[in-house]
Protein backbone atom coordinates (compact mmCIF):
# COMPACT_ATOMS: atom_id res chain seq x y z
CA UNK A 1 0.00 0.00 0.00
CA UNK A 2 2.76 2.67 1.30
CA UNK A 3 4.63 1.80 -2.46
CA UNK A 4 1.07 2.37 -4.30
CA UNK A 5 0.68 5.51 -2.41
CA UNK A 6 4.32 6.68 -3.42
CA UNK A 7 3.13 5.99 -6.95
CA UNK A 8 -0.11 7.44 -7.04
CA UNK A 9 1.70 10.85 -5.34
CA UNK A 10 4.74 10.66 -7.78
CA UNK A 11 1.56 11.08 -11.28
CA UNK A 12 0.65 13.97 -9.12
CA UNK A 13 3.72 15.54 -8.78
CA UNK A 14 4.44 15.04 -12.48
CA UNK A 15 0.56 16.65 -13.36
CA UNK A 16 1.14 19.48 -11.21
CA UNK A 17 5.09 20.11 -12.47
CA UNK A 18 3.41 20.28 -16.22
CA UNK A 19 1.06 22.22 -14.80
CA UNK A 20 3.47 24.99 -13.27
CA UNK A 21 5.42 24.63 -16.73
CA UNK A 22 2.28 25.42 -18.74
CA UNK A 23 0.74 28.18 -16.43
CA UNK A 24 5.00 29.97 -16.68
CA UNK A 25 4.90 29.82 -20.24
CA UNK A 26 1.13 31.56 -20.16
CA UNK A 27 2.18 33.93 -17.63
CA UNK A 28 5.33 34.66 -19.30
CA UNK A 29 2.89 36.19 -22.36
CA UNK A 30 0.45 37.83 -20.30
CA UNK A 31 -2.31 34.87 -20.73
CA UNK A 32 -2.85 34.00 -17.38
CA UNK A 33 -3.12 36.66 -14.17
CA UNK A 34 -0.10 36.30 -11.83
CA UNK A 35 -2.66 34.90 -9.00
CA UNK A 36 -3.46 31.45 -11.16
CA UNK A 37 0.45 31.09 -11.49
CA UNK A 38 0.43 31.01 -7.77
CA UNK A 39 -1.93 28.43 -7.16
CA UNK A 40 -0.33 26.26 -9.76
CA UNK A 41 2.91 26.85 -7.90
CA UNK A 42 1.04 25.93 -4.28
CA UNK A 43 -0.71 22.61 -5.81
CA UNK A 44 2.52 21.74 -6.84
CA UNK A 45 4.51 22.58 -3.69
CA UNK A 46 1.72 20.20 -2.13
CA UNK A 47 2.22 17.70 -4.60
CA UNK A 48 6.32 17.58 -3.58
CA UNK A 49 5.29 17.26 -0.27
CA UNK A 50 3.05 14.90 -0.17
CA UNK A 51 5.40 12.74 -1.93
CA UNK A 52 7.86 13.09 0.76
CA UNK A 53 5.20 12.13 2.87
CA UNK A 54 4.39 9.45 1.15
CA UNK A 55 8.80 8.30 0.90
CA UNK A 56 8.52 8.51 4.77
CA UNK A 57 5.52 6.45 5.20
CA UNK A 58 6.88 3.47 2.55
CA UNK A 59 10.54 3.59 4.42
CA UNK A 60 8.42 3.17 8.17
CA UNK A 61 6.58 0.32 6.67
CA UNK A 62 9.46 -1.46 5.04
CA UNK A 63 11.43 -0.83 8.41
CA UNK A 64 8.58 -2.92 9.90
CA UNK A 65 8.14 -5.53 7.39
CA UNK A 66 12.02 -5.93 7.98
CA UNK A 67 11.53 -6.33 11.41
CA UNK A 68 8.59 -9.30 10.69
CA UNK A 69 10.41 -11.36 9.18
CA UNK A 70 12.38 -14.21 11.14
CA UNK A 71 15.28 -15.62 9.47
CA UNK A 72 18.32 -18.37 10.31
CA UNK A 73 21.63 -18.83 9.12
CA UNK A 74 21.14 -22.30 8.32
CA UNK A 75 18.85 -24.38 6.39
CA UNK A 76 16.84 -26.82 8.64
CA UNK A 77 13.49 -28.35 9.75
CA UNK A 78 10.95 -26.28 11.99
CA UNK A 79 10.24 -28.68 15.04
CA UNK A 80 8.87 -25.98 17.19
CA UNK A 81 6.71 -23.03 16.74
CA UNK A 82 6.21 -20.75 20.15
CA UNK A 83 4.80 -18.22 18.70
CA UNK A 84 1.67 -17.19 16.59
CA UNK A 85 0.97 -14.47 13.90
CA UNK A 86 0.14 -11.15 15.22
CA UNK A 87 1.89 -12.22 18.78
CA UNK A 88 4.72 -9.74 19.44
CA UNK A 89 8.66 -10.86 19.86
CA UNK A 90 10.88 -8.91 21.62
CA UNK A 91 14.88 -8.84 21.71
CA UNK A 92 15.13 -8.55 25.44
CA UNK A 93 14.25 -10.55 26.78
CA UNK A 94 14.72 -12.71 24.03
CA UNK A 95 11.28 -14.21 22.84
CA UNK A 96 12.21 -17.95 21.28
CA UNK A 97 9.41 -17.56 17.64
CA UNK A 98 10.93 -20.92 15.85
CA UNK A 99 13.14 -23.58 17.08
CA UNK A 100 14.82 -24.69 13.49
CA UNK A 101 16.97 -28.34 13.66
CA UNK A 102 19.65 -27.97 11.44
CA UNK A 103 19.82 -31.48 10.03
CA UNK A 104 23.05 -31.75 7.88
CA UNK A 105 24.67 -32.77 11.16
CA UNK A 106 22.84 -34.65 13.64
CA UNK A 107 24.01 -35.22 17.42
CA UNK A 108 24.16 -38.77 18.34
CA UNK A 109 24.19 -39.58 22.27
CA UNK A 110 24.79 -43.11 23.70
CA UNK A 111 25.02 -44.88 26.78
CA UNK A 112 27.88 -47.05 27.20
CA UNK A 113 28.75 -49.51 30.62
CA UNK A 114 31.18 -47.21 32.72
CA UNK A 115 33.30 -49.91 32.05
CA UNK A 116 34.00 -48.45 28.65
CA UNK A 117 35.92 -45.71 30.25
CA UNK A 118 39.23 -47.47 29.93
CA UNK A 119 38.75 -48.02 25.85
CA UNK A 120 36.86 -44.78 24.96
CA UNK A 121 38.46 -40.75 25.04
CA UNK A 122 37.21 -37.56 23.34
CA UNK A 123 38.54 -38.01 19.54
CA UNK A 124 37.93 -41.79 20.06
CA UNK A 125 36.16 -43.44 16.86
CA UNK A 126 32.87 -45.74 17.25
CA UNK A 127 30.65 -47.06 14.88
CA UNK A 128 26.96 -46.49 14.74
CA UNK A 129 24.87 -48.51 13.35
CA UNK A 130 20.92 -46.68 12.38
CA UNK A 131 18.71 -50.62 11.75
CA UNK A 132 15.77 -48.34 11.01
CA UNK A 133 17.60 -46.77 7.95
CA UNK A 134 19.46 -49.25 7.20
CA UNK A 135 22.68 -47.46 7.57
CA UNK A 136 26.70 -47.02 9.95
CA UNK A 137 28.68 -44.59 10.51
CA UNK A 138 31.67 -43.94 12.52
CA UNK A 139 32.00 -41.09 13.71
CA UNK A 140 34.30 -39.66 16.53
CA UNK A 141 33.51 -38.91 20.17
CA UNK A 142 33.00 -35.35 20.70
CA UNK A 143 32.27 -35.21 24.20
CA UNK A 144 31.55 -38.00 26.98
CA UNK A 145 29.45 -36.67 30.58
CA UNK A 146 31.83 -36.22 33.63
CA UNK A 147 29.28 -38.38 35.68
CA UNK A 148 28.40 -42.35 35.76
CA UNK A 149 24.65 -42.67 36.39
CA UNK A 150 24.39 -44.72 39.29
CA UNK A 151 21.57 -46.39 38.98
CA UNK A 152 23.06 -47.78 35.47
CA UNK A 153 26.59 -47.55 35.78
CA UNK A 154 26.25 -46.05 32.20
CA UNK A 155 28.25 -42.87 30.96
CA UNK A 156 26.83 -40.62 28.17
CA UNK A 157 28.77 -39.96 25.13
CA UNK A 158 27.91 -37.51 22.27
CA UNK A 159 29.58 -37.69 18.61
CA UNK A 160 28.27 -35.68 15.50
CA UNK A 161 26.79 -37.32 12.35
CA UNK A 162 27.66 -36.60 8.71
CA UNK A 163 24.02 -36.08 7.49
CA UNK A 164 24.39 -34.42 4.10
CA UNK A 165 22.66 -37.04 2.26
CA UNK A 166 19.81 -37.71 4.72
Known sequence: QARAAVATVQVQVDATKLDLERTK???????????????????F???????????AALSLAERRATN?????????????????????ATLMPPSIVLVLQDLDSLELRARLPESALRDVQVGSEITARFPSV???????????APMVDARTRTIEITADVDNKEP
Open 25 to 43: ALRERGSVPADTLDQVKSA
Open 68 to 88: MVVTAPFDGVVTAKNMNVGET
Open 134 to 144: DQTRTVKIKRI
Open 45 to 55: DAANSNLQQAR
